[in-house]
């Protein structure tokens, strides 16, 4: 096919959708046209309201901790802050590199994320909690909405199995068990950081070595 025949499909394809483009724009404003003053001040009261109760979520989000990622330092206090909130990321962590950077990107997404209580918790000294929950790999972060623990993202694997992931292929990772509210565009790097070896060794929380 010679460039001409390509460059008038493409132009065809522009073409195509501007104009559906336009006819969108078209319908909604002649939506707005037929809406009264009634109807205007019904939607600006619907909204309000909106708003409104957006604003006391936040507040009481912010109450318990939401939009800050902190630790945890016993089971006790797990169990509170999971019947608290009704989404939790808890990251089972040890003192070592992969859970270190697995802290950074909680840190960043916990900002983001008001919505999501975030914490961690020392799988080592939670021996009773780890057991559980069946924690063995860490860094593990456990999933969890109304009170129950409704998946796990285990080390690295599902990040491309290595340390080098982005903040935005966890916040997909987590987005995809709905533990977070997502509106973003899926990560170009998520399907790149699949050929990528692993850089890093995930550890088990009951050896003793890194």
Known sequence: MDNSKVQEILEKQVLNVVKAVEDKIDEEISALDRLDLDDIEVLRERRLQQMKKMAEKRSRWIALGHGEYSEIHNEKEFFSIVKASERVVCHFYRENWPCKVMDKHLSILANQHIETRFVK??????????????????????????????????????????????????????AKSQVIVYEGEPSLNASKSK????????????SDSE
């Open 121 to 174: 918790i020392n799988a080592e000294k939670s021996l009773y909690l780890a057991e559980k929950l069946k924690i063995v790999v860490l860094p593990t972060l456990a999933l969890i909405k109304n009170a129950k623990v409704d998946d796990y993202v285990v080390g690295f694997d599902e990040l491309g199995g290595t340390d080098e992931f982005s903040t935005e292929e966890l916040e997909e990772r987590l």
């Open 195 to 206: 050929g990528k070896t692993k850089s890093v060794r995930q550890s088990s929380y009951s």
